[in-house]
């Protein structure tokens, strides 16, 4: 027999569209809108104890229960989610100027501005359409960039590692208009990905991720950029970006919220009673030792067990608007080098003079491990221990 039941509330909402049944009503308390409400009454039956965790703080719940029902509510410590709330219907521009600095603005032009100065840029939503090829393509670059950037972080990665979920019930999701995969390209190679969930006028940011090779022209930013405009141009009241403390984040967000934990349980069974105690014991033992950052230690000394991956920078020297014979040279196509970490320099060069792709020629020596990025106006060469 199962005693309790441990359910979780936010995932369960964006990558499933599923409200849990034992909630009656939901309210947006940033717009004071009603967001959801059941017909349903399912905790007239209730045997058990459930434990509902990451419920978001900008809803306030209405539950399915009778005088014998009992819920409480506990808050889950250094857990924060962040999002953007629409409060009128506007512009991307009249957005940006009500609710940010100029210099929050100014930045967030200049990051756009640079990236189309320096690439061929498009952008793309999938949004109740997408082939099974594209789907296909798009979900494969999308689980790469993962790959990639996680590795770089010596970090465990839960999407990864549920990938088979994602890719099997995502697809189905855009087609039902429950969720949707927008893309930064350059050159029609994609840049940036990220698969965004819809539930109502919720707009969630769920996965995103990015070519490590572009770092310099924090696509995140102009990512969030693009969403908050086509959420505006679409009549959304809140951008969710989740929980995940990034800086990016903490820069676009009107609202941080907190999250609650949910204990609910039959009064009427001593069983129940006991076991919702000692889980409320449990979710405030945890939050005592975040307290003392006893978690942050925790996943320090994983890290350090952690077997190193295979993501190991060169060492390389880099000299300025030097003389060179480019008869020791070779002309290299840029996009097409496989050797990414040159990607990368050859992408900080062209953010750092602000200069086109197509505006330089990549040599590469045909002896030695050196590299010459021209222009019209200077030059750098990079070699490579």
Known sequence: MQFIEKQEFYNTLTEEHIVLNNYQKLINNTINDAFFESQQNDFNNLNNTISISLFPSFFTPFFNSKEDIAVKTIPQKKINGYAIVIKEKTDVDNFLRTEYSKSFRSNIKRFV??????????????????????????????????????????????????????????????HNKQASIFVIYNNSQPIHVCINHHFNNLFFVSIPSYDLNYSKFALGNISIYKLLEWALNNDYNMIDMAYGDLEYKR?????????????????????????ALIEMHIIKSKNILKKYNVDEKVKKIKSFFRKPDSFKIPKFTIEENIKVDKSDFIELTVLDNEDNFLKKLVFDFLFKTKTHLNDITVYKNKSHNDYLIETKASNQKISFE
């Open 113 to 174: 501005n640079r990236l189309e100065a320096c690439f061929n840029i498009e952008y793309q939503m999938f949004y109740g359409e997408i082939s099974d090829e594209n789907y296909q393509y798009y979900m494969g670059v999308l689980k790469d960039m993962l790959i990639n950037r996680f590795q770089q972080r010596n970090e465990k990665n839960n999407i990864i590692e549920n990938w088979e979920f994602y890719y099997n019930s995502t697809l189905k999701m855009i």
């Open 251 to 275: 820069r676009w967000s009107n609202l941080i919220y907190s999250f609650n934990h949910h204990v609910i349980f039959p009064k009427r069974s001593f069983v129940s009673r006991v076991i």
